[in-house]
């Protein structure tokens, strides 16, 4: 008879996307759903001369932000132009965001590269010949593996409802410029207050077999017979992920939410989240 055993172990760790010249060098995504939050006018838009009225107090030049821009939030409630030209920015919050000169795009700050990994692999075989003519044989095949997988905050485009009580008073001037003053607001946004995306999976999976072997030697040829059990269980959750149902529960809301959970949710622009709203 014979046996072979074998037994592995792998270890791999993060390895972030900021960490990599060639990567942090690509200053993030090119779409305008960005951590602050983006008003997107589209077709009914403010007129220039309510924007020019506004961005004349911060000391922009007329005629500099058009009424097709994006807006977004700088962290003092000041409006900033997020597109065709980006004008009063006032800093990147937190290191999110990066002014590309045309535009502000959102850093790549949680992306990793590499995800981590933890691994276990365990193999046994055993044959044994009974007699010349039949083996009998077994085998054992486990393995067991752990990894995280980080991305970016989620982002969607949210219509929210002009009633909504966290509309900065900035842009609720502009939006009652608009042909249909009344229309929901267009808002791109990525949910940096839920936190990053995060997979942890965790994988474990094993197989039993076992049977006996022999030759047929009237026809030159053989048989076998096994039996064989295995399982698999994966288990992964999701944390960072954002329920659709109760996004909109909480923009719908006239109160901004507060009468579901705490302090409500301001999309407009990165704000505290307490804890019963993040739940």
């Not at 290191?95 to 691994?119: C, D, E, H, I, M």
């Not at 044989?137 to 219509?159: C, D, H």
């Not at 288990?235 to 996004?247: I, N, Y």
């Amino acid at each position: 008879g014979n046996a072979v055993v074998s037994i592995s172990y792998s270890h791999r760790d993060t390895i972030n996307y900021q960490s990599r010249a060639f990567f942090r060098n690509n200053r993030g995504g090119t779409d305008l759903r960005i951590p602050t939050g983006v008003y997107i006018p589209g077709a009914n838009r403010p007129t220039q001369e309510a924007i020019d009225a506004l961005f004349s107090e911060y000391g922009v030049a007329p005629g500099s932000v058009a009424p097709n821009s994006g807006l977004s939030f700088n962290a003092d409630g000041t409006l900033f132009s997020a597109s065709n030209g980006v004008y009063n920015y006032r800093g990147s919050q937190g290191g999110l965001l990066y002014n590309a000169g045309s535009q502000v795009n959102n850093l790549n700050t949680f992306l990793t590269l590499q995800s981590p990994l933890k691994r276990y692999n365990a193999f046994g075989r055993v044959t044994y010949d009974l007699t010349d003519a039949v083996t009998a044989f077994a085998q054992v095949n486990y393995s067991e593996y752990k990894t995280k997988i980080l991305v970016e905050p989620g982002n969607t485009s949210l219509s929210i409802p002009i009633t909504n009580a966290f509309i900065p008073d900035n842009l609720r001037a502009l939006l009652e410029t608009r042909p249909d003053p009344t229309a929901n607001v267009q808002l791109e946004k990525r949910f940096q207050e839920a936190g990053p995306r995060v997979t942890d999976r965790e994988l474990e999976v094993y197989q039993v077999l076992g049977g006996l072997r022999g030759k047929l030697d009237g026809i030159d040829g053989s048989w076998e017979v096994y039996g064989s059990h295995g399982r698999t269980k994966i288990t992964e959750t999701s944390p960072g992920s954002v329920l659709r149902s109760s996004l909109t529960a909480l923009i719908n809301a006239p109160d901004g939410g507060d009468s579901l959970c705490a302090g409500g949710y301001n999309p407009f622009g990165i704000h505290p989240l307490s804890e019963e709203c993040y739940n």
